[in-house]
């Protein structure tokens, strides 16, 4: 029985790890358009995801699909759908950066959805059984 343990104690050690490996301050997500509104601009990504962006964003295109920008339909507008604005996404130091492929229109509203900083719960969560079974997309409307 001793030595089962033994084997399980890594397993649950890394188990541990991963749902605590949050921002010192637990900070969350912040997605805001760049003081001229040409990028939008998303901070305090865990240091864990920080790394693999920084690592990868520019070898990996899968990392491109991380950061979603919909154009929005106007509120007058009920037979129009969100619209995908294509971009691109780079780093610039600890921000990732959206830059669209053409501007941002002024007075659109856009909806930017990321799967950066989403997880299935925190280690209170993990020990409470309350966690969730799916994964919510961090969204944020901005304005133009």
Do not use: H
């Not at 780093?91 to 799967?115: A, C, H, N, R, W």
């Not at 950066?116 to 961090?138: C, E």
């Amino acid at each position: 029985m001793f030595n089962n343990t033994l084997k399980l104690t890594p397993i649950i050690i890394c188990i541990c790890l991963c749902f605590s490996c949050k921002n010192g301050a637990n900070k969350s997500l912040q997605i805001k358009f760049s003081t001229d509104s040409s990028t939008v601009l998303i901070s305090n990504i865990e240091s864990a995801a920080l790394l693999q962006l920084k690592n990868n964003i520019n070898t990996d295109t899968m990392y491109q699909k991380l950061v979603s920008v919909l154009a929005t339909p106007a509120d007058d507008d009920s037979t129009s759908m969100e619209r995908e604005w294509p971009g691109k996404l780079t780093m610039k130091e600890d921000i990732v950066v959206f830059k669209p492929d053409s501007p941002f229109l002024k007075g659109k509203t856009y909806l930017v959805e990321t799967q950066l900083n989403m997880s299935f719960g925190d280690i209170d969560q993990v020990i409470k059984g309350k966690m969730r079974t799916t994964m919510n997309f961090q969204q944020q409307l901005l304005k133009r």
